[in-house]
C-alpha cells in the first residue's frame, strides 16, 4: 500500500452493503447516495459537502464525518432528504440541482457546477442549513434559465454548457466547460450574474467550442477536460477525452495557452486508453476525471481503471513528460483495472469508478462514484 494514504478508509458516507446484500437500492436518504461525483472538506474538522449527483442534489456535515454511514446534517436541491429529480422535479432554481458534480471552497463561500443546468451556483458564504439560495449564477443571465450556451450555437464569454469541474485559488475561479471543451478563467471572484471570463485555454477563442480545437491533439487543445488544481503553482487540468492529465508551467493568462506536459500519453497528440491496450501500466490513463494536489503529490483518480495514481514532485514538471505514477491505490498493481479489485464486493480499500478527490490538510475525500459512496482517507 502507499505512502501516502493509510491502508484503508477510516470513514465511509453511503450505505454499505451487509454480508447477505448484492446490491443497495439508490433511494435517498441522508445517507444514501447514487454516483456521487465529487466532494469538498472545508477544513480539517468540517464541514464537508458532497455533490451527490444522481440525487440532483448536495449533502452536509457539520462537521466532519467520523462514524461509517453518518446522517447528513443537510441538504440543497431537494425539499428533504427522501425527495429527488432533476431540480426537484420544476423549474431551475436558486437552490435547484440537475446533475451537480464538482464543488469547491472559494473565498467565504462555495461553488458548483450545476453541470445540465449549464451554470455554476455560487454562495457567497458557506450554506450551513438545508435549501439555502445560491447568491451567484455564472454561465446563465438569471437563476431560471437553463439553455446550454443561452441557447446559442456558439460559446461565449459568458456561457456554460456541460461544465463539470470548479477550482478557486488565490482569487482566481477556474471552471472546466466540458461540453464546449475549454477551461474558463475569472482572473477575480465574479460578483455579477452571467459575469463573462477573463481567459479561455483549449480554444482559439471564446466563440470557438470545437473538440480539439477543430483538429487533433495538442498540447492546446481539449476534448473532455474535467477537474482542476494547483500543484506547486502549476495549473493542472484533466483532459478525460484524451486520456491524459495537462500540466501548465504556472497559471496562464493569455487564450489558449498551451500546456508544457501531459501524464498518461507518450506525446501530446496521442489519445487513446491505456495507451492503445487493454491493461493500465503505471504511465498510462484511461478516462481521468478527478485531480487534487497536496504539497509533494499530485492525485489522480483513474475513473475507467477504478485507481488513484499518485505522482511525487519532481525538481521540475517537465521532467514529468509521460512519466510513470509513482504510487497506485486501489489495485494490487499498475496493470490491474477490474472495479473494487477482481469485481468483487467494495471493501474499504477498494475502489469503482472513483471520480472525484479532494484533499485538506491529512484527509483525502474520495467519491468513490460506482460504489454510490464517499470514502474519507487518512494521509500519512
Aim: overall charge negative.
Amino acid at each position: 500500500m502507499s505512502k501516502i494514504l493509510k491502508e484503508k478508509a477510516e470513514t465511509i458516507l453511503g450505505k454499505i452493503l451487509s454480508p447477505n446484500e448484492l446490491a443497495i437500492p439508490l433511494v435517498p436518504s441522508n445517507i444514501e447516495m447514487f454516483g456521487s461525483r465529487a466532494a469538498c472538506l472545508i477544513s480539517e474538522t468540517g464541514p464537508l459537502y458532497v455533490s451527490d449527483t444522481g440525487h440532483h442534489r448536495l449533502l452536509g456535515w457539520r462537521n466532519l464525518p467520523t462514524i461509517d454511514s453518518q446522517p447528513a446534517d443537510w441538504v440543497i436541491g431537494q425539499s428533504d432528504f427522501y425527495s429527488e429529480g432533476k431540480n426537484a422535479k420544476g423549474k431551475p432554481g436558486r437552490n435547484t440541482l440537475n446533475v451537480p458534480t464538482g464543488i469547491c471552497s472559494c473565498g467565504e463561500g462555495l461553488a458548483v457546477a450545476d453541470a445540465w443546468n449549464h451554470r455554476v451556483l455560487i454562495w457567497k458564504t458557506l450554506p450551513e442549513d438545508s435549501n439555502v439560495p445560491a447568491d451567484l449564477v455564472l454561465g446563465q443571465a438569471n437563476f431560471n434559465s437553463n439553455r446550454p450556451n443561452r441557447g446559442s450555437l456558439t460559446a461565449a464569454a459568458n456561457t456554460l454548457n456541460w461544465c463539470y469541474g470548479v477550482f478557486y485559488h488565490q482569487g482566481k475561479l477556474f471552471v472546466a466547460d466540458t461540453g464546449n471543451r475549454r477551461l474558463l478563467i475569472w482572473h477575480q471572484l465574479p460578483q455579477e450574474n452571467g459575469q463573462p471570463a477573463d481567459v479561455v485555454l483549449g480554444q482559439t477563442d471564446m466563440q470557438s467550442r470545437d473538440e480539439n480545437g477543430g483538429g487533433n491533439a495538442n498540447a492546446s487543445a481539449m476534448r473532455w477536460c474535467h477537474d482542476i488544481t494547483i500543484w506547486d503553482n502549476n495549473l493542472v487540468v484533466t483532459d478525460a477525452g484524451n486520456n491524459r492529465v495537462m500540466i501548465w508551467q504556472g497559471i496562464p493568462t493569455e487564450n489558449n495557452t498551451p500546456c508544457k506536459v501531459v501524464l498518461g500519453q507518450k506525446s501530446f497528440d496521442s489519445i487513446e486508453m491505456n495507451r492503445g491496450v487493454y491493461f493500465p501500466k503505471a504511465n498510462s490513463l484511461s478516462m481521468p476525471y478527478g485531480v487534487a494536489a497536496t504539497q509533494d503529490w499530485l492525485l489522480v483518480t483513474d475513473t475507467a481503471n477504478s485507481r488513484l495514481l499518485a505522482w511525487k514532485k519532481p525538481q521540475s514538471i517537465l521532467s514529468l513528460q509521460g512519466a510513470d505514477a509513482d504510487l497506485v491505490i486501489g489495485q494490487n498493481d499498475f496493470h490491474s483495472k477490474g472495479e473494487n479489485r477482481d469485481y468483487g464486493l467494495p471493501s474499504r480499500d477498494s475502489l469503482n469508478w472513483s471520480y472525484g478527490i479532494n484533499v485538506h490538510n491529512d484527509t483525502a475525500v474520495i467519491a468513490d462514484s460506482g460504489n454510490n459512496r464517499v470514502l474519507l482517507w487518512k494521509i500519512n
